[in-house]
């Protein structure tokens, strides 16, 4: 026995020894970054959807830089590209024009990353090694740590922050170990409980949005994704009224889950029954190609047409609706004598709910903890992490071709959305 212990004993000291000498003589550390006396400061980022979006600027005096990139450090540079804009002496930076557009943070490998603004000049004594010059960037923003969520079928946690040596902006990505309450995508069915929304004749809005929905988290769950739905059929009986905000409201869920894409599923209705055909719903200053895609997919595999609706169209059947100052008037009209506070609504802020208040302050949420009795609260009014968010009215009720369609098509409907988002994904 005593000869057992002492061979166990040697071998822990065999093995930790062999641990020392990896750490401390094999294994390659990463190279320290030389960087510029000067930092970038960066004025902000975000994260809409499954990329991060970063706007910043750097002081400097010599311009005559070849390119400008982003890079990410982890031992060898990997560089992002970045739109620039030059004011006096000062470079305007940022990794898209678009909200939905920027680092794609999901595919990343696990392990540290430093983020540095790289210059390349024109190196006149070897002309095929360009001098590089690196920028710390300072984060000035009132976001000091942001912790995402990737997709499911990548499994990671990503911290991002400036507590390292450098100070600079660094990605810690990790695997996710707990991952029972994050989801990928959250679908909501329109309306619910003491809410049948709109109706025409027997038929109301609720007798198809649960349906297709349900039909959408299948075909999704199917190709390996994790869904959400914000609520059940039958969790509500017809007295029961659905939460918008506060815990496990309808526009809070998505958030909760941590879920990148929302879907909120929904049948139109107009006072003409001339009305009909499809229209998708999104943020303002967006890439369009997910809309465009969801719209053409319904049009192509079903029978529902391109809407005839002109107000707010963006493209065909794709339209976005921010406040007017007109509508900001209308909607905060009344709440003095209701005792109510006034909320921060402006045109930035997205008319339609589902999608701007689970998008974060990029689409102008504004329900903060302003009236949390009469209304409610978004705890992520204004986190500057978002779902990339869509509203689908599915054809006009009160349209007798639009309802003879979805009659027959509910799951062919269902079907072409779910491609159009397993496209999206790389499914």
């Not at 198809?208 to 299948?218: A, R, V, W």
């Not at 409907?413 to 491609?419: M, N, R």
């Amino acid at each position: 026995m005593k000869k057992l212990i002492k061979v166990i004993f040697i071998l822990l000291i065999l093995v930790l020894l062999g641990y020392f000498i990896y750490v401390n003589y094999i294994k390659e550390e990463i190279p320290k970054k030389e960087t510029e006396e000067e930092l970038a400061s960066i004025s902000e980022y975000f994260i809409y959807g499954n990329h991060l979006n970063i706007k910043g600027s750097l002081e400097i005096t010599d311009k005559n830089y070849q390119s400008i990139v982003l890079t990410l450090y982890n031992g060898k540079d990997k560089d992002i590209k970045v739109n620039t804009e030059i004011e006096d002496n000062k470079i305007n930076f940022n990794t898209s024009k678009y909200i939905n557009e920027g680092i794609y943070l999901d595919d990343l490998e696990r392990g540290t990353y430093y983020l540095f603004l790289k210059l390349t000049y024109e190196n006149p004594e070897e002309q095929e090694r360009p001098i590089e010059k690196y920028y710390i960037l300072k984060n000035e923003t009132n976001y000091k740590e942001t912790t995402y969520y990737t997709l499911s079928k990548y499994n990671n946690i990503v911290l991002i922050n400036s507590q390292n040596d450098y100070g600079t902006i660094s990605f810690n990505i990790e695997e996710n170990k707990t991952n029972d309450d994050i989801y990928d995508i959250t679908i909501d069915p329109g309306h619910g409980g003491m809410d049948g929304g709109g109706s025409s004749g027997d038929y109301k809005e609720t007798d198809f949005t649960m349906d297709i929905s349900k039909k959408i988290k299948s075909n999704l769950e199917e190709a390996g994704l994790k869904v959400k739905l914000t609520h059940e059929e039958d969790e509500l009986t017809k007295n029961d009224i659905l939460d918008e905000y506060n815990e496990h409201g309808r526009a809070v869920i998505p958030n909760e889950v941590k879920s990148k894409y929302t879907f909120s599923i929904h049948i139109n209705k107009n006072t003409s029954s001339q009305v009909r055909g499809i229209e998708v719903y999104t943020a303002d200053n967006i890439n369009y190609d997910l809309a465009k895609s969801l719209a053409e997919n319904i049009t192509t595999e079903t029978e529902l047409d391109y809407s005839s609706n002109k107000l707010y169209k963006v493209y065909n059947s794709v339209y976005t609706h921010n406040f007017t100052e007109q509508e900001i008037s209308s909607s905060l009209k009344g709440y003095e004598e209701k005792n109510r506070v006034p909320y921060n609504v402006t045109t930035n802020s997205n008319y339609l709910y589902m999608i701007r208040e689970t998008g974060g302050y990029m689409t102008g949420a504004y329900v903060d903890d302003s009236n949390p009795d009469s209304v409610g609260v978004n705890p992520y009014y204004n986190s500057n992490i978002g779902n990339e968010s869509y509203l689908l009215e599915l054809g006009y009720i009160s349209n007798s071709k639009d309802l003879e369609i979805l009659l027959k098509s509910k799951e062919k409907v269902a079907d072409a959305i779910s491609e159009a988002i397993k496209a999206e994904l790389g499914l």
